[in-house]
């Protein structure tokens, strides 16, 4: 029945509610990633009726996190889990983001309560989707917005960024950190004048004008040191 539905929508976007993760990550009873078999028959069966603007609303992990991942078919894929929002969290848990094209984690947060806030607006030619984390102080912590040309499609961009409107700070992903190397990357904020890289050597993690080590022009979203 499911599939049916989807195929028969002309909704702009289609959301499949799980009370288990979907993206690929722990494999185990309780998220899909142990269901992989299954899965994999659904996407498939999702692709081969070329339904568009399919992604999921998921939850049970005691943080929050948003996705993308590409199914073997090529398929880009949304998986939102804005939670929780009354139960407990389990700081520490929450996967690092990164920039993987394949398997994504575009924001992932273990130390605040939280709930999603979804926004659909049809008035432009492409319809988009606002998705916004917001915490029990009701800041938007993450704002992720999407077209439908974007997830349950063949060959999709590359991965939607989440600007932290609320905070009013840009979202920091590392990667290729060694013993001696760091590359730092963020998505751009909207009218900045710059950025100010600051580092601390001590115990407290006090940052000031003198913990400055390097200062980069506006629209300049990646540093490696």
Not at 5 to 20: G, N, P, R, T
Not at 28 to 56: C, K, N, P
Not at 104 to 114: C, E, G, K, P, R
Request: aromatic share 10%.
């Amino acid at each position: 029945a499911l599939l049916d539905y989807l195929e028969q929508s002309d909704a702009a976007f289609k959301f499949i509610v799980s009370s288990v993760p979907v993206a690929p990550g722990e494999a185990s009873s309780d998220t899909w990633s142990g269901y992989q078999t299954e899965l994999a028959l659904i996407l498939a069966e999702i692709e081969q009726r070329a339904v568009s603007g399919v992604l999921f609303l998921s939850g049970d992990r005691h943080w929050s996190g948003a996705f993308r991942f590409v199914s073997s078919g090529g398929y880009a894929y949304y998986d939102f889990i804005p939670s929780p929002a009354g139960s407990n969290l389990r700081t520490g848990t929450a996967p690092p983001m990164n920039t993987d094209p394949n398997q994504t984690v575009i924001y992932s947060a273990d130390t605040f309560l939280a709930f999603g806030d979804f926004q659909i607006d049809l008035s432009g030619a492409t319809p988009t989707l606002r998705t916004a984390f917001v915490d029990e102080d009701g800041d938007e912590r993450c704002v992720i917005t999407i077209g439908n040309d974007e997830t349950g499609v063949f060959g999709a961009g590359p991965a939607a960024t989440c600007l932290a409107s609320g905070m009013g700070t840009p979202v920091l992903t590392v990667s290729g950190n060694t013993a001696t190397t760091i590359t730092l990357a963020w998505n751009d904020v909207t009218a900045e004048t710059g950025y100010s890289l600051r580092r601390s050597t001590s115990a407290s993690g006090v940052l000031n004008a003198a913990s400055e080590i390097a200062h980069l022009d506006a629209d300049v979203t990646t540093y490696a040191d």
